[in-house]
C-alpha cells in the first residue's frame, strides 16, 4: 500500500496566517492527489482534486501544488471557518490512502 | 444534485453482522464507483471497498478481505456494505462517497476524485 505522511499532525495560526500542510507519497503518485476538509461530526468535503485544481465553489484562498511524491496544501488567509481537520487521499493505486490528518485551530 | 442517503445507527454484537445502505437522491449510479470510508472515534480514515454498479466489479482492502461485502442494485440505485464477524474495534463511522470513473486513451479504468460523501453511519460494536 502507499502510505501518505502528512505534516504537521496539528497547527495553530492567528486568523490572516498562511497556513501550510504537506504530503509525502511513499512512491511516485504523479498528480493522483487530492485534500479533503472535515468539520467535526460531518462527512469530509473535497476541496482540492489532482494535485492542484480547485473544486467548485470552495474559496480561492485554498490552494495545492506538487507532484510526483510531494505536495502542498495552502489557505492562503486563514478564516475562522477554515478550523477544521485536513486530510490528503492518494488515488492512483488501490488502496486508496489518507494521510493521517491536520487539525488546524485558531491562536 | 446528487446526494447520498444512508441509513441510521446500528448498536451490534461482537461476532454479528451489519448491513449499511446508501441510497443516491435525485440520480444514479451511471459511471460511478460507491466507496466505503470508515472512520473510527478521534482517528483518521480508512478506505475499506468499492463497487462500480454498471460494471458489477467491486475490489476491497486487503486487512477486510473476506469480513466485508459492498453491493449494489442499480434498479435502486442503492449501495450496501455489509460487515461480518463484527469487533469493538469495527465502531466507526460508516461513508460512502462517489467518485466517476472513465478510461483514459490506453483503455484503462481510472477514476476521477471522491467528490460526494453519505452523511455517516456510526455503527458501535459493543457486548
Known amino acids: 500500500d502507499i502510505q501518505m505522511t502528512q505534516s504537521p499532525s496539528s497547527l495553530s495560526a492567528s486568523v490572516g496566517d498562511r497556513v501550510t500542510i504537506t504530503c509525502q507519497a511513499s512512491?511516485?503518485?504523479?498528480?493522483?492527489l487530492n485534500w479533503y476538509q472535515q468539520k467535526p461530526g460531518k462527512a469530509p468535503k473535497l476541496l482540492i482534486y489532482d494535485a492542484s485544481n480547485l473544486e467548485t465553489g470552495v474559496p480561492s484562498r485554498f490552494s495545492g501544488s506538487g507532484s510526483g511524491t510531494d505536495f502542498t496544501f495552502t489557505i492562503s488567509s486563514l478564516q475562522p471557518e477554515d478550523i477544521a481537520t485536513y486530510y490528503c487521499?492518494?488515488?492512483?493505486?488501490?488502496?486508496?490512502?489518507f494521510g493521517g490528518g491536520t487539525k488546524v485551530e485558531i491562536k | 444534485q446528487v446526494q447520498l442517503v444512508q441509513s441510521g445507527a446500528e448498536v451490534k454484537k461482537p461476532g454479528s453482522s451489519v448491513k449499511v445502505s446508501c441510497k443516491a437522491s435525485?440520480?444514479?449510479?451511471?459511471?460511478?464507483?460507491i466507496s466505503w470510508v470508515r472512520q473510527a472515534p478521534g482517528q483518521g480514515l480508512e478506505w475499506m471497498g468499492r463497487?462500480?454498479?454498471?460494471?458489477?466489479?467491486?475490489n476491497y482492502a486487503q486487512k477486510l478481505q473476506g469480513r466485508v461485502t459492498v453491493t449494489a442494485d442499480k434498479s435502486t440505485s442503492t449501495a450496501y456494505m455489509e460487515l461480518r464477524s463484527l469487533r469493538s474495534e469495527d465502531t466507526a463511522v460508516y461513508y460512502c462517497a462517489r467518485a466517476q470513473y472513465y478510461y483514459d486513451r490506453s483503455g484503462n479504468l481510472r477514476f476521477e476524485a471522491i467528490d460526494i460523501w453519505g452523511q455517516g453511519t456510526m455503527v458501535t460494536v459493543s457486548s
Open positions: 487521499q492518494q488515488y492512483d493505486n488501490l488502496p486508496t490512502t
Open positions: 435525485g440520480g444514479t449510479f451511471s459511471s460511478y464507483a
Open positions: 463497487v462500480i454498479p454498471t460494471l458489477g466489479i467491486a
Open positions: 512512491q511516485d503518485i504523479s498528480n493522483y
